[in-house]
């Protein structure tokens, strides 16, 4: 059974980063942010110990990601994203991190709105899989490669969660 992606859940591990932010935010930001969607990273390994990229217009290559809706099962989101890109079931071998952002407006603690972003990497994959016509959250995917390095020009948290990815898939 491969381990849940619910995020709460994965707060309370000790073997998952979890990184928190507390952002306080004037009326308008805070009415803006309430409508910020969760985020699920999915770092897809090959047995070669490289990783899926996928070309992102604003961030350059970056692991494939999708939204998470309030009610949907974060772990049947991973399965469907592994799918519509890779057409494989590999499943999800580990969470990595989970970065919690705490909106909170005016200092008011009353007033919250928590977002999730989980990074977590599948089961290794064989070859360099791509479906027929790949996609991400619906959206067509022209642009992805499989890599065993961080790209020259991704930085921040990208090349971090790239460079976890490859870490332990390495191991």
């Known amino acids: 059974m491969s381990p849940t992606l619910e995020p709460e859940s994965l707060c309370e591990r000790d073997d998952v980063d979890v990184q928190t932010e507390t952002r306080t935010l004037t009326r308008t930001e805070f009415e803006t942010a309430r409508d910020l969607e969760d985020h699920l990273t999915i770092g897809v390994a090959n047995d070669a110990g490289e990783v899926l990229l996928v070309a992102d217009g604003i961030r350059g290559w970056t692991l494939p990601g999708a939204p998470v809706g309030p009610d949907e099962d ?35 603690a009353d007033r919250r709105r928590t977002t999730y972003d989980v990074l977590a990497r599948t089961a290794s994959v064989p070859g360099r899989p791509v479906a027929d016509e790949p996609t991400v959250a619906g959206e067509d995917v022209t642009d992805l490669v499989w890599l065993d390095h961080v790209p020259e020009d991704a930085s921040g948290a990208i090349a971090a969660d790239i460079e976890a990815v490859l870490e332990r898939s390495a191991a």
Do not use: H, Y
């Open 74 to 108: 974060w772990d049947a989101v991973a399965r469907r994203t592994l799918e519509s890109l890779t057409g494989v079931d590999a499943g999800i071998a580990e969470p990595i991190r989970v970065r919690r952002v705490e909106f909170e407006r005016d200092g008011d």
